[in-house]
């Protein structure tokens, strides 16, 4: 079974950062593109930041300005860097990636921003 493995999660007050990495094992290929989706609970899950493997990264309204999205093509690896995080912020954040053929989830991190 094909696993991404996620990691950064965690506890942060309001106004820190987190960094989150996703890693999707070379078994994948032709990746269109990767991303995080955030759920909150009792919320739907929502789109927080995706990348095109030939190109740019989107956001977010929410997000914009706050949150950085890059890769590493070669190790088909992603980072969502979360600045001035804000309790809104409060979710699950599920990896993903998208191929010619599939889609796959991360298993989900925590993050928690509160005082």
């Known amino acids: 079974q094909v696993q991404l493995v996620e990691s950064g999660g965690g506890s942060v007050q309001p106004g820190g950062s987190l960094r989150l990495t996703c890693a999707a094992p070379?078994?994948?290929?032709?990746?269109?593109?990767m991303g995080w989706y955030r759920q909150a609970p009792g919320e739907q899950r929502d789109l927080v930041a995706s990348?095109?493997?030939?190109?740019?990264?989107q956001y977010a309204d929410s997000v914009k300005g706050r949150f950085t999205m890059s890769r590493d093509g070669a190790k088909n690896t992603v980072y969502l860097q979360m600045n001035s995080l804000k309790p809104e912020d409060t979710a699950v954040y599920y990896c993903y990636v998208d191929t010619v053929a599939r889609h796959y989830w991360g298993q989900g991190t925590q993050v928690t921003v509160s005082a």
């Open positions: 070379e078994s994948i290929y032709a990746i269109n593109n």
């Open positions: 990348i095109a493997w030939g190109g740019g990264a």
